[in-house]
């Protein structure tokens, strides 16, 4: 069973920085693309940033780019989302997904793997 558990959110303030970290398990994680979602409160779920398996190519959603940094450490199961200079408009539920293919622009593709989510909250 593909399990994925985020961790790692809070409540910080604009410009400071936070760390999301998604630990899977029940699947060989080395072979799946992962990705981050969001879903801010009376919003659309969107995506954030994804990253292929073994090359690790990274693709990120336009209002993140150059702040937020996806990684991810097959050794340790891990995947992460470092987000630097965080906004207000950045409040939302972060949820990771893992499949064969993952793609920024369907956030709602019935993923094998999907997180309960963490809540990350920027005040301004």
């Known amino acids: 069973e593909v399990q994925l558990v985020e961790s790692g959110g809070g409540l910080v303030q604009a410009g400071e920085s936070l760390r999301l970290s998604c630990a899977a398990s029940g699947f060989d994680f080395e072979y799946y693309e992962v990705g981050w979602f969001r879903q801010a409160p009376e919003k659309e779920l969107e995506g954030v940033a994804t990253?292929?398996?073994?090359?690790?190519?990274?693709k990120y959603a336009d209002s993140v780019k150059g702040r937020f940094t996806i990684s991810r450490d097959n050794a340790k199961n891990t995947a992460y989302l470092q987000m630097n200079d965080l906004r207000p408009e950045d409040t939302a539920v972060y949820h990771c997904?893992?499949?064969?293919?993952?793609?920024?622009?369907?956030?709602?593709?019935?993923?094998?793997?999907w997180g309960q989510g963490t809540q990350v909250t920027v005040s301004s």
């Open positions: 990253i292929t398996d073994t090359d690790q190519k990274t």
């Open positions: 997904a893992a499949d064969g293919v993952v793609m920024l622009e369907v956030p709602d593709g019935q993923y094998e793997g």
